[in-house]
């Protein structure tokens, strides 16, 4: 119901800003800011102080460590943390989608996807990790029209034609996906995967 400036600034270039509330004298609120096209957008809304957003970066680092070391238990304490801290950040977002993907609960980690794509959509790992819990879920046309959307980026992406070609099989279009396996190979010979994928197929 109240509220008031705590602090403001504005960068030397003048296309980012940050604004620091405090709310019914209790809480604190940062806003960065970003100008583009004569107007300033909220780039980040974070219920905290400036030094939350300074820290986030470490934040990550910190997570993304517990979840490449399986120290899952501690990863989640920290996501739940920063989750409250940094509301809008996509990377809290995709990590939080990792830990639930790692577990394999893929209606969990589907949320939290769509969330880091909403807010970074044009970030490549985030749309080929929502691809691939769409995949996971058997929402084939979904992740299909990712994965040809990614395809349109970066062609010789062998994880992403490697996965298109799976999801040809379990439709039972068996020469569309030794056709991409096969493209796989063309573009990295040494792709295990694709050339055993290969041979299964062929020997069917």
């Given at each position: 119901s109240s509220y008031h400036i705590v602090?403001?600034?504005?960068?030397?270039?003048?296309?980012?800003?940050?604004?620091?509330?405090e709310v019914n004298s209790k809480y604190d609120l940062t806003m960065i800011l970003s100008h583009a096209e004569d107007r300033w957008y909220v780039r980040d809304l974070i219920v905290g102080s400036p030094s939350f957003y300074y820290g986030e970066r470490e934040a990550i680092v910190l997570i993304s460590n517990y979840i490449s070391q399986q120290e899952l238990g501690k990863a989640k304490q920290y996501l739940d943390k920063y989750?409250?801290?940094?509301?809008?950040?996509?990377?809290?977002?995709?990590?939080?989608?990792?830990?639930?993907?790692?577990?394999?609960?893929?209606?969990?980690?589907?949320?939290?996807?769509?969330?880091?794509?909403?807010?970074?959509?044009?970030?490549?790992?985030?749309k080929y990790n929502l691809a691939l819990i769409y995949q996971m879920l058997k929402d084939y046309d979904r992740a299909k029209?990712?994965?040809?959307?990614?395809?349109?980026?970066?062609?010789?992406?062998?994880?992403?034609?490697?996965?298109?070609?799976?999801?040809?099989?379990a439709e039972g279009d068996i020469e569309g996906a030794l056709q991409l396996f096969e493209k796989c190979l063309g573009y990295d010979p040494a792709a295990e995967i694709a050339r055993k994928n290969i041979e299964r197929l062929r020997n069917r």
């Open positions: 602090m403001s600034a504005i960068s030397e270039n003048r296309v980012e800003g940050m604004v620091y509330f989750q409250e801290i940094l509301i809008d950040s996509p990377d809290i977002h995709y990590l939080h989608g990792l830990y639930y993907l790692i577990n394999k609960d893929y209606q969990k980690a589907l949320e939290y996807y769509l969330t880091a794509v909403e807010l970074d959509p044009e970030f490549y790992e985030y029209s990712i994965y040809n959307d990614l395809l349109e980026r970066k062609e010789d992406d062998i994880n992403v034609l490697n996965n298109l070609a799976v999801i040809k099989e």
